[in-house]
C-alpha cells in the first residue's frame, strides 16, 4: 500500500524569505501523481502544485516549486518570497495511476511571521 | 469551482444512531473519495469509488460504509456512530486521464458524536 509521510508537523518562516516542507512516499509503482495542497482555516482544500512522476523536471508555479527525487521517493515543496496569505496547512498527496487511489500525508502547519 | 457539495454541513448525533453523509457532484466525474481530518493525521482514506457500484477501501474503513448507486452520489453511512467518528469529514472528486489529475474537495463536514 502507499503511504506518504510529511515528518514536519510545524514550520515557520519570516515573510519574504524561503522555506522548504518536505515530503516522502512509498510505492512500488513506477507511473503516478505528486500533489501539494493548501488547507487554509476556511478548511478549503486548494491544489498548489502537480508532478507527474514520469517528467523529469521538477515543477514551478510562480512562488512554488518542488523538487522531486524519484529515486529517493522524496517531493519537497519550496514556497519563495513567502507572503502572509501562505500562511496554512499543506498536504502532500500521491495518487496511482492504476486504480486512481488518492493518500495523503499527515500535513505541515506553515506559519508566515511579519 | 467544481461543482460538489456534501451535507450536511454540521451534526451532532447521539452513539450508536446511524448517520449518513452525502456528496453530490455536478461534473460527471469518475471517482469519488470520502475522508476523515482529524488533528495530527492529516486526511485518511476512509472509502473510494471508481465508478457506480464500483467501491474500495481505504485506510480507516472500518465502521463505515458506502454506497454509489448514481454518478453524482456517493453515500458515507456510519452504521453505529461511535465517539471516535467525531471529525470532519471530506469528499473529494476527479476524473480519469493524464490531463485531469486534480482532485476537488468538498466543503467538508464536522461530525460530533456525543
Known amino acids: 500500500a502507499q503511504t506518504v509521510t510529511q515528518s514536519q508537523p510545524e514550520m515557520s518562516v519570516q515573510e519574504a524569505e524561503t522555506v522548504t516542507l518536505s515530503c516522502t512516499y512509498d510505492?512500488?509503482?513506477?507511473?503516478?501523481?505528486l500533489f501539494w495542497y493548501k488547507q487554509p482555516p476556511s478548511r478549503q482544500m486548494i491544489l498548489v502544485i502537480r508532478?507527474?512522476?514520469?517528467?523529469?523536471q521538477n515543477a514551478t508555479e510562480n512562488r512554488f516549486s518542488v523538487n522531486f527525487q524519484k529515486a529517493a521517493k522524496s517531493f519537497s515543496l519550496k514556497i519563495s518570497d513567502s507572503q502572509l496569505g501562505d500562511a496554512a496547512m499543506y498536504f502532500c498527496?500521491?495518487?496511482?495511476?492504476?486504480?486512481?487511489?488518492?493518500?495523503f500525508g499527515q500535513g505541515t502547519r506553515l506559519t508566515i511571521n511579519p | 469551482d467544481a461543482g460538489i457539495t456534501q451535507s450536511p454541513r454540521h451534526k451532532v448525533t447521539e452513539t450508536g444512531t446511524p448517520v449518513t453523509l452525502r456528496c453530490h457532484q455536478t461534473?460527471?466525474?469518475?471517482?469519488m473519495y470520502w475522508y476523515r481530518q482529524d488533528p495530527g493525521h492529516g486526511l485518511r482514506l476512509i472509502h473510494y469509488?471508481?465508478?457506480?457500484?464500483?467501491?474500495d477501501k481505504g485506510e480507516v474503513s472500518d465502521g463505515y460504509s458506502v454506497s454509489r448507486s448514481k454518478t453524482e452520489d456517493f453515500l458515507l453511512t456510519l452504521e453505529s456512530a461511535t465517539s471516535s467518528q467525531t471529525s470532519v469529514y471530506f469528499c473529494?472528486?476527479?476524473?480519469?486521464?493524464?490531463?485531469?489529475?486534480?482532485?476537488?474537495f468538498g466543503q467538508g463536514t464536522r461530525l460530533t458524536v456525543v
Open positions: 473529494a472528486i476527479s476524473d480519469s486521464g493524464v490531463l485531469n489529475t486534480e482532485a476537488f
Open positions: 510505492t512500488s509503482e513506477s507511473d503516478y501523481y
Open positions: 508532478q507527474e512522476a514520469y517528467k523529469q
Open positions: 498527496a500521491y495518487r496511482s495511476t492504476w486504480g486512481q487511489k488518492l493518500v
Open positions: 461534473e460527471n466525474h469518475r471517482y
Open positions: 469509488s471508481y465508478g457506480v457500484k464500483d467501491t
